[in-house]
T-cell receptor
C-alpha cells in the first residue's frame, strides 16, 4: 500500500522567504506525482505535475523535484507572498489512476 | 489548465433526505472521474471511481447503496447521498482526468461540495 508523508505538517514563514515542502512515498512504482494547493473550504488546484520519467517541473516561482528511487519530492516556492498561504498536498498516482495523498503542508506566510 | 466544476458548493439538508452533487468537466472529456471525501485536517479519502457508461467501483467500506454514482456522459458524473444522516456531513470533492491533449494524465479537481445534514 502506498503511503505518502508530508513534512512539516505546518509552518509559518515571513514574507519573502523561500518555502521548502517535503513529500515522501513508500512505493517507487509511480505513474506521476502531482502537487496541489487547497484553500480553506475549497477544492484542489493543480500546481505541478511530474511524470515518473521526469526529475523536476517549474512554473513561475514554483519548482518541484522528484527522486523516484528514494521516494521523495520537494516543492520549492521562491520569495513567498501572503497569497501563498494555503495547504499544499502531494499526491502520488499509480498506473490504475488511483491517487495516494499526503495530509498536506499547511503554510502561513506572514506579511 | 482544465476545469472541473462541482455543484452545489454548499448544501444543507434534513436527515433522511437525498442530495445530489454534480461534477462536470467543462473543457475536456473524462472517461474516469473520482469522488473523494475530506474530513477536517485529514487527507482526501477516495470513495469511488466513476467510469462512463459502466458501474462505479467503490472503495472498501463505502456503501454503494448509500452513495449512488452515475457517470452518464464523458463530461458529467453525479454523486447522490441517499437517506442522509448527520454523520454524512462532510466535504465531497470530485476529480477527472483528461483523455488527451496537453493535460493528459493530470488530475483536475472540482471546487468541492460542503454537505451539512441536520
Amino acid at each position: 500500500k502506498q503511503e505518502v508523508t508530508q513534512i512539516p505538517a505546518a509552518l509559518s514563514v515571513p514574507e519573502g522567504e523561500n518555502l521548502v515542502l517535503n513529500c515522501s512515498f513508500t512505493d517507487s512504482a509511480i505513474y506521476n506525482l502531482q502537487w496541489f494547493r487547497q484553500d480553506p473550504g475549497k477544492g484542489l488546484t493543480s500546481l505541478l505535475l511530474i511524470q515518473s520519467s521526469q526529475r523536476e517541473q517549474t512554473s513561475g516561482r514554483l519548482n518541484a523535484s522528484l527522486d523516484k528511487s528514494s521516494g521523495r519530492s520537494t516543492l520549492y516556492i521562491a520569495a513567498s507572498q501572503p497569497g501563498d498561504s494555503a495547504t499544499y498536498l502531494c499526491a502520488v498516482r499509480r498506473g490504475n489512476n488511483r491517487l495516494a495523498f499526503g495530509k498536506g503542508n499547511q503554510v502561513v506566510v506572514i506579511p | 489548465g482544465a476545469v472541473v466544476s462541482q455543484h452545489p458548493s454548499r448544501v444543507i439538508c434534513k436527515s433522511g433526505t437525498s442530495v445530489k452533487i454534480e461534477c462536470r468537466s467543462l473543457d475536456f472529456q473524462a472517461t474516469t472521474m473520482f469522488w473523494y471525501r475530506q474530513f477536517p485536517k485529514k487527507s482526501l479519502m477516495l470513495m469511488a471511481t466513476s467510469n462512463e457508461g459502466s458501474k462505479a467501483t467503490y472503495e472498501q467500506g463505502v456503501e454503494k447503496d448509500k452513495f449512488l454514482i452515475n457517470h452518464a456522459s464523458l463530461t458529467l458524473s453525479t454523486l447522490t447521498v441517499t437517506s442522509a444522516h448527520p454523520e454524512d456531513s462532510s466535504f465531497y470533492i470530485c476529480s477527472a482526468t483528461a483523455l488527451s491533449g496537453a493535460n493528459t494524465g493530470e488530475l483536475f479537481f472540482g471546487e468541492g461540495s460542503r454537505l451539512t445534514v441536520l
